[in-house]
């Protein structure tokens, strides 16, 4: 009896695993910083710059050569903080913009290996592709 029920527990184990679709590989999780600049992006802008800023009702943001006139992440930062939202500027925290600035940088592989964004070093990120 007890062999019985052990084959019929470990049969009913097999049938449920087999019955379970094979796990999809999942995207490493983005850091702290883009995660929140993600975020803040898909609720604030992408209704006008694109669900990955390929534009819409907005200029696109992600591409070659898009971000350039800015020179670099500080001056991105100053006008995307003075503008954005296009409908309530000036709205967000800093670290919000921030985040969204990074988000935006790293769409455009423009954001080196894990650089946290700020103040401190926004100078020195230049937003032409290196070559």
Same mark, same amino acid.
């Given at each position: 009896? #007890? @062999? ?5 527990? $470990? ?9 379970? %679709?094979?796990?999809? +590989? ?39 050569? #898009? @971000? ?5 992440? $500080? ?9 954005? %939202?296009?409908?309530? +500027? ?42």
């Amino acid at each position: 009896m #007890r @062999l019985l029920a052990a084959a019929s527990l $470990l049969l009913a184990l097999f049938l449920a695993s087999a019955q379970q %679709p094979p796990s999809q +590989p999942q995207a490493p999780a983005l850091p702290p910083q883009l995660a929140l600049g993600q975020k803040v992006y898909l609720e604030k802008c992408a209704l006008c710059h694109g669900q990955k800023g390929e534009g819409g009702s907005a200029h696109p943001l992600v591409g070659p050569g #898009r @971000l350039r006139g800015y020179g670099d992440a $500080l001056n991105l930062f100053n006008y995307t903080k003075l503008t954005m %939202p296009f409908d309530k +500027p000036q709205s967000l925290k800093d670290e919000e913009y921030w985040a969204v600035v990074a988000y935006i940088l790293h769409l455009n592989n423009l954001l080196p290996k894990d650089l946290v964004l700020s103040a401190k070093n926004a100078k020195d990120v230049k937003l032409t592709p290196s070559r």
